[in-house]
């Protein structure tokens, strides 16, 4: 079994949790209108944050093996769930290199097999128990 990512989170009071990734941490916590103190993006927020790097840094890398100049790469990302109970996430890419319509349609491949999109369209099994 191959560990792709951990992280430790820690939460002594209300809502604000401790994010420790190796040597990065970053906080999470709810916003006021929830009853956090909005001292860090939300879970939901750093979800999107996790797409929208993992398929920047995709395009990049596919862009780099072509020899295609990207210039400035943006990822707008919105979780919406319908009055039924659906999910779903609008990924909007804008590159500020102009590329033909070929090489904008092969991206828009690349950014639907990024590994992030492929989690979590496939799902994934969660098992948790108490230490």
């Known amino acids: 079994m191959n560990i792709l990512a951990k992280a430790m989170v820690?939460?002594?009071?209300?809502?604000?949790q401790a994010i420790a990734m190796g040597h990065h941490a970053l906080t999470a916590d709810?916003?006021?209108?929830?009853?956090?103190?909005?001292?860090?993006?939300?879970?939901?927020?750093?979800?999107l944050a996790s797409l929208g790097a993992c398929t920047a840094i995709t395009l990049?890398?596919?862009?780099?093996?072509?020899?295609?100049?990207?210039g400035t790469v943006r990822i707008g990302l919105t979780l919406t769930r319908d009055d039924a109970g659906a999910e779903s996430i609008a990924r909007e890419i804008s590159l500020s290199a102009s590329l033909s319509e070929e090489q904008r349609a092969r991206l828009l491949e690349i950014a639907g097999k990024t590994?992030?999109?492929k989690t979590l369209l496939k799902g994934?099994?969660?098992d948790s128990r108490f230490a």
């Open 10 to 16: 820690t939460g002594a009071t209300k809502y604000a």
């Open 30 to 47: 709810e916003p006021e209108r929830l009853g956090g103190a909005d001292s860090g993006p939300a879970p939901y927020q750093l979800l």
């Open 60 to 70: 990049r890398m596919y862009a780099e093996r072509k020899g295609w100049e990207l």
């Open 115 to 117: 590994p992030v999109t």
């Open 124 to 126: 994934v099994a969660i």
